[in-house]
């Protein structure tokens, strides 16, 4: 089964093998499932929220290795809660001057990122950044179930899933297979990694076939297409742009308080 898969390297050629704990009994994981060391696995299942959790056997622990398919995987911090808002900034980033993202990671002079984020902000938007927001807007109409059974990410309608599938799908459509970032939360500053499909991982405990997709891309164009028709570009507000720099600061500061954490070890 594993044969003819191109697998994920590291920079010596070696096929990675990551981890994921969980208590859960499944076949496949969910869209920007996290993965990194074995000793970030074992964190994981330390972690209090277990025990709240009754439909789960709180003595069955299970760390779950993998490899994955050959791919892009780009570089972010680690966004500690990783919510609707912490995509967004990313995005944002992404779209306006990536090397923001870079600085961050590197924990480079805050005062020359903030620089950097202001002139960023001062750019107008492309409609990408719009697109894929539209569906966590209150005034905001949207076919929510149409769009989501066009993909095989998600099958729950809901306004946060809409959002995450429009965001694979950009950044898939600009060659980013998933993320990886160092995690000095679960572990010393090991690599963790998010996948964006199912089938992008592959699980080395047992043999499980690839899962059955679907997709209407002519539909899902065609959205993407009737809100370009009727975009009109612009530029960040000021609060737009005070809550992004916020969440670039959440980050900043989250990566230098984990790394001085892992010091005082």
Same mark, same amino acid.
């Given at each position: 089964?594993?044969?003819?898969?191109?697998?994920?390297?590291?920079?010596?050629?070696?096929?990675?093998?990551?981890?994921?704990?969980?208590?859960?009994?499944?076949?496949?994981?969910?869209?920007? #499932?996290?993965?990194?060391?074995?000793?970030?696995? =074992?964190?994981? @299942?330390?972690?209090?929220?277990?025990?709240? %959790?009754?439909?789960?056997? !709180?003595?069955?622990?299970?760390?779950?290795?993998?490899?994955?398919? =050959?791919? $892009?995987?780009?570089?972010?911090?680690?966004?500690?809660?990783?919510?609707?808002?912490?995509?967004?900034?990313?995005?944002?980033?992404? @779209?306006?001057?990536? #090397?923001?993202?870079?600085?961050? %990671?590197?924990?480079?002079?805050?005062? $020359?990122?903030?620089?950097?984020?202001?002139?960023?902000?001062?750019?107008?938007?492309?409609?990408?950044?719009?697109?894929?927001?539209?569906?966590?807007?209150?005034?905001?109409?949207?076919?929510?179930? =149409?769009?989501?059974?066009?993909?095989?990410?998600?099958?729950?309608?809901?306004?946060?899933?809409?959002?995450?599938?429009?965001?694979?799908?950009?950044?898939?459509?600009?060659?980013?297979?998933?993320?990886?970032?160092? $995690?000095?939360?679960? #572990?010393?500053?090991? $690599?963790?990694? !998010? !996948?964006?499909? =199912?089938?992008?991982?592959?699980?080395?405990?047992?043999?499980?076939?690839?899962?059955?997709?679907?997709?209407?891309?002519?539909? @899902?164009? #065609?959205?993407?297409?009737?809100?370009?028709?009727?975009?009109?570009?612009?530029?960040?507000?000021?609060?737009?742009?005070?809550?992004?720099?916020?969440?670039?600061?959440?980050?900043?500061?989250?990566?230098?308080?984990?790394?001085?954490?892992?010091?005082?070890?």
């Amino acid at each position: 089964m594993l044969a003819n898969i191109d697998f994920l390297c590291d920079g010596k050629g070696g096929v990675i093998t990551a981890f994921h704990g969980t208590y859960y009994f499944f076949d496949y994981f969910f869209p920007l #499932s996290h993965f990194g060391s074995e000793k970030s696995a =074992q964190t994981v @299942l330390k972690e209090g929220k277990w025990k709240r %959790d009754k439909n789960i056997d !709180i003595n069955s622990p299970k760390i779950i290795p993998v490899h994955f398919r =050959q791919g $892009n995987y780009f570089e972010i911090p680690d966004l500690n809660n990783h919510y609707v808002e912490d995509w967004q900034a990313i995005i944002l980033a992404f @779209l306006l001057d990536k #090397s923001i993202i870079q600085d961050i %990671d590197d924990l480079r002079d805050w005062k $020359n990122i903030q620089k950097k984020c202001d002139m960023a902000a001062s750019k107008p938007l492309s409609y990408q950044y719009d697109f894929i927001s539209q569906p966590i807007r209150a005034d905001d109409d949207i076919d929510k179930q =149409q769009e989501i059974d066009c993909e095989s990410l998600y099958t729950t309608a809901t306004s946060e899933n809409v959002f995450l599938q429009r965001m694979i799908r950009f950044f898939e459509s600009v060659g980013v297979s998933g993320f990886v970032y160092k $995690n000095f939360t679960e #572990s010393g500053g090991d $690599n963790s990694y !998010i !996948i964006f499909r =199912q089938n992008n991982v592959i699980r080395t405990d047992k043999e499980v076939p690839p899962m059955a997709t679907r997709l209407d891309n002519v539909k @899902l164009q #065609s959205i993407e297409q009737g809100f370009v028709d009727k975009y009109e570009s612009r530029s960040l507000t000021v609060v737009e742009k005070e809550s992004w720099i916020k969440q670039l600061r959440g980050f900043y500061d989250f990566r230098k308080a984990e790394i001085a954490r892992q010091k005082t070890k």
